[in-house]
């Protein structure tokens, strides 16, 4: 279990800071961002938060090792159940007028459960990657407006 604890905290925190990922969307951010979440002002990519602490954020990452989509829906989903995340359910989901794969992911943290959502789609030579992360409860209630704007991209 302090495992699972670790890797939560890392993913809290992995959200909260704005990282060095040099990595841009190129929509203007307030089409990428889900209603009643707040954009970071300073960021270079796309990162918002809830009223209720939801995190959100879309990064880019280098297509390497170069694979399709079905790759990379596999590869995702092993590594965060082996990393010791539950998982909750997974599903094909259009990214604007890409395909895309959504995980959702569950982990305790202290005495609560958190989300993890992730997205992805296929842009060229790169992952376009969508995650959010909150406390389940509160996760809950953006849900569906997360998963709308993640529909919603054009990358």
């Given at each position: 279990m302090n495992m699972?604890?670790?890797?939560?905290?890392?993913?809290?925190?992995?959200?909260?800071?704005t990282g060095s990922f040099g990595c841009s969307y190129s929509l203007p951010k307030e089409q990428n961002i889900p209603e009643g979440f707040a954009p970071y002002a300073d960021s270079k990519i796309v990162r918002a938060v809830s009223s209720d602490g939801v995190m959100y954020?879309?990064?880019?990452?280098?297509?390497?090792?170069f694979a399709e989509l079905a790759f990379w829906k596999e590869a995702?989903?092993?590594?965060?159940?082996?990393?010791?995340?539950?998982?909750m359910k997974d599903e094909d989901i259009d990214m604007g007028k890409r395909p895309g794969y959504l995980l959702e992911l569950a982990a305790p943290l202290g005495t609560q459960d958190y989300t993890y959502l992730i997205a992805l789609c296929l842009q060229d030579d790169q992952l376009v990657i969508v995650e959010a992360a909150g406390e389940?409860?509160?996760?809950?209630?953006?849900?569906?407006e997360i998963i709308a704007t993640?529909?919603?991209?054009?990358?």
């Open positions: 699972t604890k670790e890797i939560v905290k890392i993913l809290i925190c992995s959200l909260i800071v954020r879309i990064r880019r990452e280098k297509n390497e090792p995702l989903k092993k590594r965060m159940v082996d990393a010791g995340y539950t998982f389940m409860t509160s996760f809950k209630t953006r849900r569906q993640v529909q919603g991209l054009e990358p």
